[in-house]
């Protein structure tokens, strides 16, 4: 692996000083969006810093942070010295002299956690985030920070406490980060030992428990270790090659993705959860689909979500400009992007689409395995909502139509209705029930089925509910008993209706 031009790590040594004189500046990130105001701070997100450059031109020590750490612009010696412990700094090797001025060795990076604890992600300079301008480097190990797809992961992340965790390809360490709140023991692996060392320095900067850190390949590393909860935001990019370790996984296709899958199920304890992020093929004549549903492993439920969908030319370009392919001459570039479109043409590739993907192991004889697109806004954090979705798969695998019409259930409180129809009409055209959180689902309802969610307040069963509106509407209760547990079960496993225990009228 190359890193010849890369810095040499800092020691962790003093990190505890170091934060302790972050902090004191109010370099996090509420500190950053006092400082900068939010257009500022926004355009560093697209790797756009003019804005913070003019906003950092007093000399106030949060000023000096910004500039030496998040905008890699030299700081006088004078101005470093009043924002930090340079002495030490400067032997650990977070930053570095020339003549009178301190230059960062690495980009340390403010980041709130859920609970609104102050943490630091470190990385490579320039790397912290990704833009139209492209990665700052393009040294095969280079590590990058926080960027949308980690936050995306740690977002979905099931938080419940948990024994164990392990995260797969750490990176700069963010997800790692994350499980040592809730985790008795964090494992973290990675196949570039430089992103290890970046994991080490985000964990104790952040005052965070230290973690097992293992160099490896997917699940190569914990040998036979089983785990409660295993997330990973792997190398997931489809490419014609491994130019960057961070992205490009060296597997041909989708292979990587669907083997850090496959393999992710005897690695997981009973009712532990696996969490990832990940790229698929959309091949000629193959339903995507299907696809996916056999890269689920035995004994474990799946959920899938895609997200999005890009052509191969769109996707070939997404990642061309992400390696700064674009700033090359136009012949190098014509060539990188033909190799690009080569490999798709070779594995039948018309699309790629990105998403989600959760197990759960449950070693259930039937297991349950939801795959679908859904391109929408969500809610995030979607932890909460992913456990709920599995909570409910147990439901109504445990429930045949007999007992979920003997069952109770209460509406969704995020659950609003809406009628949709032309202004004075009698009746509405159709009914729709829409989730103001988590996923944000919408579902079209008939009379039945709006007049079903409504009542639902857990005082009477669904057997009974239905018989009441049978009255209404003047239809026989057998056959509406008989074909509205279809609907009952759609209701439920989007979330729309929940079970709940009797409760009295």
Not at 101 to 108: Q, W
Not at 493 to 503: D, T, Y
Request: proline share 6%; charged share 25%.
């Amino acid at each position: 692996m190359s890193t010849t031009s890369l810095p040499r790590l800092p020691s962790p040594d003093h990190a505890a000083a170091l934060r302790t004189a972050l902090l004191a500046a109010g370099f996090t990130a509420d500190g950053l969006l006092d400082l900068l105001g939010a257009p500022a701070y926004a355009a560093l997100a697209r790797s756009e810093t003019v804005p913070a450059l003019r906003a950092t031109r007093g000399d106030g020590p949060l000023a000096s942070l910004v500039r030496l750490f998040l905008l890699q612009r030299p700081v006088p010696r004078d101005r470093a010295e009043a924002a930090l412990p340079l002495r030490e700094a400067l032997a650990d090797g977070w930053v570095r002299l020339e003549g009178d001025d301190v230059h960062a060795v690495v980009d340390v990076r403010p980041y709130g956690g859920p609970d609104g604890e102050d943490w630091f992600i470190v990385s490579d300079l320039g790397c912290a985030v990704g833009g139209a301008g492209g990665i700052g480097s393009r040294e095969e190990g280079v590590v990058l920070g926080v960027g949308g797809a980690s936050t995306t992961l740690a977002g979905i992340t099931v938080r419940t406490p948990v024994g164990s965790a392990l995260d797969v390809g750490t990176g700069s360490g963010i997800q790692a980060l994350h499980a040592a709140q809730h985790a008795t023991r964090v494992t973290a692996t990675d196949v570039n030992p430089r992103a290890l060392d970046f994991t080490r320095l985000t964990l104790a900067l952040s005052g965070a428990p230290e973690a097992e850190l293992l160099v490896g390949s997917l699940f190569e590393p914990v040998g036979g270790a089983t785990y409660d909860l295993i997330v990973s935001n792997p190398p997931f990019v489809i490419s014609p090659g491994a130019r960057l370790t961070y992205r490009d996984g060296g597997m041909g296709g989708d292979d990587l993705c669907r083997e850090l899958v496959r393999q992710a199920g005897e690695r997981l304890n009973p009712d532990g959860y696996a969490q990832f992020l990940a790229n698929w093929q959309h091949v000629e004549g193959e339903d995507w689909h299907d696809r996916l549903r056999s890269w689920v492993p035995p004994g474990c439920d799946a959920w899938i979500v895609q997200r999005d969908v890009q052509d191969v030319t769109q996707y070939a370009e997404l990642w061309l400009r992400d390696a700064g392919d674009h700033r090359d001459d136009p012949e190098v570039y014509t060539r990188h992007y033909e190799a690009w479109l080569d490999e798709f043409e070779a594995r039948g590739t018309k699309s790629v689409g990105f998403g989600w993907i959760t197990l759960r192991r449950t070693d259930a004889a039937v297991p349950s395995i939801v795959v679908e697109e859904w391109p929408h806004s969500v809610e995030q954090p979607l932890g909460d909502t992913v456990r709920a979705h599995f909570a409910r798969q147990d439901y109504l695998r445990d429930h045949d139509d007999a007992a979920l019409l003997e069952g109770y259930f209460r509406l969704a409180v995020e659950v609003v209705q809406e009628q949709v129809g032309a202004p004075g009409a009698e009746d509405p055209e159709h009914v729709v029930l829409r989730q103001n959180r988590g996923m944000r689902r919408a579902t079209k309802v008939d009379t039945v089925g709006a007049g079903f969610a409504g009542v639902c307040d857990g005082s009477l069963s669904a057997g009974r509910i239905l018989d009441a509106i049978a009255h209404l509407v003047e239809e026989d209760p057998v056959t509406l008993r008989d074909r509205t547990p279809e609907a009952i079960r759609l209701l439920v496993e989007q979330g729309f209706i929940e079970p709940a225990e009797p409760v009295e009228p």
